[in-house]
């Protein structure tokens, strides 16, 4: 389970961050200001990627850098600021990757599970119920025993374990597993869907308007 | 056509106008002077003539001479005196309407037929002026009885070198005046151009303001008329420049509340989203699910104090809906006190309102609203004692809370500025409060000052003018 730092002085926000990515799977460690980051950064052996908001009272994000990256971990910048400086220097600084204030959920795990995957931190071994999904071999097991599955299903199953217990529209999945430029009808994801349910056994609820959730 | 030229041309002309006037009549008057003196002339040496040759006539008259000898002599003797005459004139004479001399080229008499006559010494002498061989020329005769006969003797004289001296001098004048009129105008043009040259710089300046530099000014020079437009200008022109600047400061700082307000709404935004995005689409627990309902809540009410702060200091800025008026200072802290004693109660906070009977020019409710901000700030600060007192023109708030930091007193009452962004959210602050103070002690003309100590505490005053 990659462990995720979450460096954001506005409690809301932090809370809304750690409860949303500990629904889909993550290990969420919550700091409020600089200096308690500091503190936490002692504490804990790894970090697979820290979210850090550049304006924190005390020390500031700029700041944090240099001790988050002499442990190697990755950085993705939360801010209010949309201005192309802060980007270029938040960029310059070595961070990964920049999300603007407000961001959707969805976007924060797709741009975190890309870092993830080019810093190593991903975890090869993903769980959803008695299934476990194994990245690097590309397999899939059922209470240790293989489960044949076709390519797309095997995408479709990644797509939804890595945001587990968060709807996805449609839309999204079809971005995500099809390709962002595959004009199918959206009946093929339920076709996928239904497919999936039937091999895995797991429960995907379909929501009204809105997708499937993986429910976990 | 420009004013220096136009002002230059009438000025010579005018000047060339009187120097022709003065002229014309310096030459009019000079030639007749002229011309009357080669008259005046001309007719005495006529009479002298006249008596010169009736004195000779009459020496050597004898009686009994017959006609024939007595014009014979008469012809002799004139002869004779006009040979040895050493001026230029020639004369001639008649009797009895025959010539027995004629010294000239003319008919004098033919001549003299119509002329003018003037008596003097008992005769009548006529004369006239007339043209012959492209010269002026005077004739002038009388009769005069000698000895029983009757003598026309006439004298005719060249007197063109009359005219032509006055023409020479009226070509000297002319040539004179026409100097003058140069020189007058070259004096003329260069002191027009002198005078009105700070006009062109006006006009540049003028034409620098018009294209935004308002800084441009103009050298003052002297005392006269252009000098005190040029001082008037240059008033004009920092008047301009100042109201600008303000108008430029104003919308400077509209654009920073804009673009603060903008940054400040997307922490809420970024809450709300996310939070209600997490009751649609994450399988939430029962607890979680109130967690974000009751983040949205807080999230939204702080975005409703956002814009309630908002709407006052925008009503502010406009500048309506501010009465000022006497107020006793007693009935301001009477309304106030009745609405912090309820809150103070509630967070455990000594609350200490103090005044005399002092009457104070303010707007009691805009003033009710600063204490209780201030209040409300000392609340925050996590105060246990605040004294709220009023002596003279001078009301302080006082409190015994956690202080702001030296170099954020200056910036403190900055919209949006907090001190701790995250504490003061906490605690409900938006960071607008005394940026709302500020305003409304500016608005009463007052002085807002800000004195903290770190861990000690922080007293506000604001001197009202009395």
């Known amino acids: ?216 | 056509m420009k004013i220096r030229v136009k002002l230059a041309l009438l000025a010579v002309s005018l000047c060339a106008l009187a120097i022709a006037a003065c002229c014309t009549v310096l030459i009019i008057s000079a030639n007749g002077n002229s011309v009357n003196t080669a008259i005046d002339g001309a007719l005495s040496e006529q009479h002298l003539l006249v008596q010169s040759f009736q004195s000779a006539l009459r020496n050597t008259y004898e009686d009994g001479l017959s006609d024939t000898t007595q014009q014979s002599l008469g012809k002799y003797l004139f002869r004779q005196y006009s040979s040895g005459s050493l001026s230029r004139s020639q004369y001639a004479m008649r009797k009895d309407g025959e010539y027995l001399h004629n010294g000239s080229e003319l008919d004098p008499a033919d001549i003299l037929t119509d002329a003018k006559t003037r008596s003097g010494n008992g005769t009548e002498v006529k004369y006239t002026i007339v043209m012959h061989d492209n010269a002026r020329h005077i004739v002038v005769g009388s009769a005069n009885t000698i000895n029983g006969g009757v003598y026309d003797i006439y004298l005719v004289k060249n007197i063109e070198q009359v005219y032509s001296s006055n023409a020479s001098l009226t070509a000297k004048l002319a040539a004179v005046s026409l100097g003058l009129v140069l020189l007058t105008a070259a004096v003329l043009a260069y002191s027009v151009f002198r005078v009105l040259r700070p006009l062109k710089a006006l006009q540049g300046s003028a034409a620098a303001i018009a294209h935004g530099d308002y800084q441009s000014r103009i050298p003052v020079k002297g005392k006269d008329e252009i000098a005190a437009l040029s001082v008037s200008f240059n008033a004009m022109a920092e008047a301009v420049e100042k109201h600008v600047a303000e108008i430029n400061d104003v919308a400077e700082a509209r654009k920073l509340l804009l673009a603060a307000l903008t940054h400040e709404l997307k922490t809420p935004m970024t809450a709300i989203i996310g939070y209600s995005e997490a009751l649609m689409k994450t399988r939430l627990t029962q607890e979680q699910r109130e967690e974000a309902a009751a983040y949205i809540n807080a999230e939204c009410s702080r975005i409703e104090r956002l814009s309630q702060k908002l709407m006052q200091l925008i009503a502010l800025d406009g500048g309506s809906g501010i009465t000022i008026a006497p107020t006793p200072v007693t009935e301001l802290f009477e309304s106030v006190e009745k609405t912090l004693l309820p809150i103070a109660k509630r967070d455990g906070v000594a609350l200490d309102m103090a005044c005399g009977s002092e009457t104070l020019s303010m707007d009691a409710d805009l003033m009710a609203s600063v204490l209780i901000n201030l209040f409300d700030n000392a609340r925050k600060a996590r105060a246990k004692h605040v004294h709220i007192v009023c002596s003279g023109g001078l009301i302080s708030v006082t409190d015994d809370g956690c202080g702001i930091p030296a170099d954020s007193v200056k910036r403190i009452t900055e919209p949006f500025y907090m001190v701790d962004k995250s504490r003061s959210r906490k605690a409900g602050g938006v960071g607008l409060g005394l940026a709302l103070v500020k305003r409304i002690v500016a608005m009463h003309g007052g002085k807002l000052s800000i004195l903290s100590q770190i861990e000690l505490g922080t007293c506000v005053e604001i001197e009202l003018p009395l």
């Open chain 1, 1 to 216: 389970m990659s462990r995720i730092f979450v460096i954001e002085d506005e409690e809301a926000i932090n809370k809304l961050i750690c409860t949303s990515l500990t629904v889909a799977g993550y290990e969420t460690v919550p700091a409020y200001d600089g200096n308690e980051a500091l503190a936490k950064l002692r504490d804990f052996e790894r970090f697979d990627l820290a979210l850090v908001d550049i304006m924190l009272p005390e020390v500031d994000g700029f700041a944090l850098l240099p001790h988050l990256r002499e442990r190697g971990i990755p950085v993705i910048y939360l801010t209010a600021k949309n201005d192309i400086e802060s980007k270029v220097q938040g960029l310059k600084s070595g961070a990964e990757d920049y999300i603007v204030k407000p961001f959707e959920i969805l976007e924060l795990i797709v741009r975190m599970d890309k870092v993830l995957e080019r810093t190593g931190g991903a975890s090869k071994l993903l769980r959803a119920g008695d299934i476990e999904l194994r990245t690097d071999e590309r397999a899939v097991y059922r209470n240790g025993e293989a489960l044949p599955l076709k390519p797309l299903e095997f995408e479709l199953l990644t797509l939804f374990i890595k945001n587990k217990n968060i709807a996805l529209s449609r839309e999204r999945i079809m971005a995500a597993v099809w390709g962002g430029d595959y004009f199918g009808e959206s009946r093929t994801v339920d076709v996928h869907v239904a497919q999936l349910r039937k091999k895995t056994g797991l429960t995907i609820a379909s929501l009204p308007k809105i997708g499937y959730r993986l429910e976990d």
